[in-house]
Nanobody, 121 residues
Framework: VQLQASGGGLVQPGGSLRLSCAAS????????MGWFRQTPGKEREFVAL????????SYADSVKSRFTISRDNAKNTVYLQMNSLKPEDTAVYYC???????????????WGQGTLVTVSS
């Protein structure tokens, strides 16, 4: 499975960005897609996940009601719509795929290359 993340950039506080993660390869083995983020010196933290069936989504408390994870089945692409962005959302965002529907990064088998989101005025 290969994951290609895109969509990061510089945005002002209160603004919006949409990240994309295109999956290719043996995607039939995937049960979950997730987004994680990481800042220098900190552990990679969970942001959101969506089961491949679409029946389950979950969010970190820090992004709940501001971020939405969705998927385009035809394009095998997962999106992370980020609204009302805050400076503390600044991080490198990674998409990931795995077989266990969990929020732990160690449970994910495949990772995209990361895309930088900077929230600053």
């Amino acid at each position: 499975v290969q994951l290609q993340a895109s969509g990061g950039g510089l945005v002002q506080p209160g603004g919006s960005l949409r990240l994309s993660c295109a999956a290719s390869g043996s995607i039939s083995s995937i049960n979950v897609m997730g987004w994680f983020r990481q800042t220098p010196g900190k552990e990679r933290e969970f942001v959101a996940l969506r089961s491949w069936s679409g029946r389950l989504s979950s969010y970190a408390d820090s992004v709940k009601s501001r971020f939405t994870i969705s998927r385009d089945n035809a394009k095998n692409t997962v999106y992370l719509q980020m609204n009302s962005l805050k400076p503390e959302d600044t991080a490198v965002y990674y998409c990931a795929a795995g077989t266990l529907v969990r929020a732990l990064s160690a449970d994910y088998d495949y990772w995209g290359q990361g895309t930088l989101v900077t929230v600053s005025s």
